[in-house]
């Protein structure tokens, strides 16, 4: 790494993931953003011995594991090879860059942006000068801590959320006692041009209830992306034409795919759509558009949450037919983002973007450019931070 460029460190699960191509684009659009702007990047990440795993899902050394494995290769792939650790062992030995060098280039650092607060090794944090969270899950870790169960915030300079309306009249989402920031889910738009589509109808792809369980908050149970699902599971018959879905459904969620089936979506293996980031590019690029349901913690609390899924679908001129969390109030929506709060909603949504493909596949490039750009969000982001 070059001595005369600004570092900034970015810290994230990617290990604990492996072969989910889009959460590993979450990550990347940080990486690659930072570097076209100029920035040396260093990537982190972590795991537990216990979770690292072979390919039939036994347990096995880390440095045999199906996780390292894909990190390795996700980092080459993207050009970052020499430019991540792996820390294993609670940080005390590491995978990568050498542990000793990790150090030093933290303590060099601008900026450690910590997505999720995922990093907690205290050796690394003290030695990064600018320490910011990154709340991409906005509901999940604020009620956690309200209500005494979890805190995963400490120890940071400034926070960051992708919910645009926490802190405003009209979002539940309590404070936690802490100054939040909002920003927005960026994209590097030149690794995400707009194309023409090859597959009819409508897409979703991802996880059917994600890493978190439903949080009970004083009174209110807020779900999952499955809670809110299922009040669509209807659509395809209701509006017509082709929907499709590659989610990550248990076989435990069975009664789930049946009414899917029965609804008319068609299911596709999650793997084969988004079993490593460049699958889940051509997957998105070659999409007609986007329909996406948003978890319920998002939705309920009015969190003005979008999805860096959809970002990629806006990016790649595709439009987006996405439930509403209130995201409205900090987006122009109508024309390429469109948004929809019932059943009728989303159909009739579904309609006005076929019937009018062009536009609002133009206007969806545009909202991209115009409020997702990577060069403006991390741009933005280093001025708030003075880097």
Partial sequence: MSAHQPLVVVGGSLAQRPHYGGHSWVLLQYLLGFRDLGYEVLFLDRLDPGMAVDAAGRG???????????????????????RFALLIEGGRRTLGMPRSEVLRRVGESELFLNVMGFVDVPEVLEAARTKVFLDIDP????????????????????????????????????????DWTPTR??????????????????????????????????????????HEFRRFADLPRLAGGR???????????????TLLTQGGWGLEDPRE???????????????????????????????GWISD?????????????????????????????????????????????TGDYRTHS?????????????????????????V
């Avoid at 209500?147 to 926070?159: E, K, P, T, W």
């Avoid at 590097?188 to 369980?213: H, I, K, N, Q, Y």
């Avoid at 980031?277 to 998002?298: D, H, I, L, N, S």
Wanted: proline share 5%; charged share 25%.
């Fill in 139 to 178: 509901g999940f870790g604020q009620m956690w801590k309200q209500s005494g169960l979890a805190d995963i915030f400490g120890g940071h300079d400034l926070y960051l959320t992708v919910g645009g309306n926490l802190g405003k009249p009209g979002c539940t989402i309590p404070e936690a006692g802490i």
């Fill in 273 to 303: 759509a988004a079993g490593d980031p460049w699958t889940y590019r051509r997957y998105v690029q070659e999409a007609m558009a986007e329909f996406g349901v948003a978890k319920g913690m998002y939705v309920r609390t009015r969190s």
């Fill in 60 to 82: 096995c050394p880390v440095e045999r594991s199906v996780n390292w494995r894909y990190l390795n290769a996700t980092m080459r792939e993207a050009g970052l090879h020499g």
């Fill in 362 to 386: 133009a206007r969806a490039r545009m909202l991209a450019e115009e409020y997702f750009d990577s060069r403006k969000v991390l741009a933005g982001l280093a001025s708030l931070v003075g």
């Fill in 185 to 226: 889910p960026p994209v590097v738009l030149d690794r995400w041009p707009a194309t023409g589509f090859r597959r009819e109808g409508f897409t979703s792809v991802g996880s059917w209830r994600g890493p978190f369980e439903p949080v009970d908050f004083e009174g209110t149970r807020f779900g999952l992306r499955v």
């Fill in 309 to 353: 899924r959809s970002v990629c679908f806006l990016a790649s001129g595709k439009p987006v037919l996405a439930q509403e969390t209130g995201l409205s109030e900090t987006l122009p929506t109508g024309e390429g983002l469109v948004t929809f709060g019932t059943l009728a909603e989303a159909a009739d949504g579904a309609a006005r973007i």
């Fill in 243 to 257: 929907f499709r879905l590659a989610m990550e459904i248990d076989p435990e969620d069975a009664a789930d795919r």
